[in-house]
């Protein structure tokens, strides 16, 4: 098993950094380890000759009202996890160490931000630039590699970097799910066991509205009414938004053509989730 290094601060990163082998891939993480992150750090060790992640539960994408403190935590674990994956670095910056006092410099996307997941949680996606921005500047990989469950997201650092002008390659993988096609996620353990158990009804909805457009439907809104019936039709889910958009742009279509991102997110009791499926 090789040797992991881990550091706190940006200056032990600079000294690490400079003798990893190149290419350098990076995933960036809040930690919390399952099948889903592991993924990403698997295809990082194949494509790239180091492995740098980051754990950060990065304060300014949660809303004051989020769920920051409660977030979950088991950073032995993590951390025994990115040993036997192979990874070379593991970088875990404390909040005073990423935000020191008188930070004031963000790094925000615009359009690609309001809709879905931004306009239901307004400053999310400022945090999430500004702390990627931060990390890749640090970590300078050639590769960074994120999950598709975060769809937006995705499309929101792909955006930076190209608007920016990051010498990166974002790669994204797929979403790792629970056998009941639960999308993998920390958040997931918040769940009690009926909620658990009715969590399956998000990605339920996502393959009916994609059966439907297998046998010819073609409007948005029909899509999107399969969806909602599915979820509504369970007592314990509470539905947030379903979307039926351009996979590009995140506009919202009338008429499914090219590539389409259909996503939602639905409460189930306090907890949160989000998903979404590719097609087109
Ligand atoms: P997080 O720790 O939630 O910030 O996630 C870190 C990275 O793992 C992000 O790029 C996520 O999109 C990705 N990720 C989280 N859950 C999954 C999953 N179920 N499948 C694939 N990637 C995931």
Same mark, same amino acid.
């Given at each position: 098993m090789n040797?992991?290094?881990?550091?706190?601060? *940006?200056?032990?990163?600079?000294? =690490?950094?400079?003798?990893?082998?190149?290419?350098?891939?990076f995933v960036p993480t809040m930690g919390f380890l399952h099948e889903g992150h592991l993924s990403l750090v698997k295809r990082a060790c194949e494509q790239s000759a180091s492995v740098v992640v980051s754990i950060f539960v990065n304060p300014t994408q949660f809303a004051p009202t989020d769920d920051l403190d409660a977030y979950p935590r088991d950073l032995e674990r993590d951390r025994e996890l990115l040993r036997e994956a192979g990874v070379d670095l593991l970088w875990i910056p404390t909040p005073e160490e990423m935000y020191p006092p008188g930070f004031q410099t963000w790094v925000e996307a615009e359009k690609i931000t309001k809709p879905l997941e931004g306009a239901k949680r307004p400053g999310h996606f400022r945090g999430v630039t500004t702390v990627v921005a931060k990390l890749f500047n640090a970590v300078q990989p050639q590769m960074? *590699?994120?999950?598709?469950?975060? =769809?937006?997201?995705?499309?929101?650092?792909?955006?930076?970097?190209r608007d920016l002008n990051m010498p990166i390659e974002i790669v994204a993988s797929p979403i790792i799910r629970e056998r009941d096609g639960l999308a993998m996620s920390s958040r997931n353990t918040y769940l009690n066991e009926a909620e658990r158990q009715a969590a399956s009804v998000l990605y339920k909805s996502l393959l009916a509205a994609q059966s439907a457009y297998k046998k010819g439907e073609r409007s948005a809104d029909s899509l999107r009414r399969v969806m909602e019936g599915i979820i509504t039709d369970e007592p314990l889910a509470r539905l947030e938004y379903i979307s039926c958009a351009d996979y590009d742009s995140l506009e919202e279509l009338t008429v499914v053509s090219g590539k389409t991102l259909l996503s939602l997110a639905v409460y189930l009791g306090r907890t949160r989730l989000i998903d979404n499926l590719v097609f087109g």
């Open positions: 040797e992991l290094q881990e550091i706190v601060t *940006f200056e032990e990163l600079r000294i =690490a950094r400079a003798s990893l082998p190149e290419p350098v891939g960074a *590699f994120f999950g598709q469950k975060d =769809a937006q997201q995705v499309a929101v650092i792909r955006r930076m970097v």
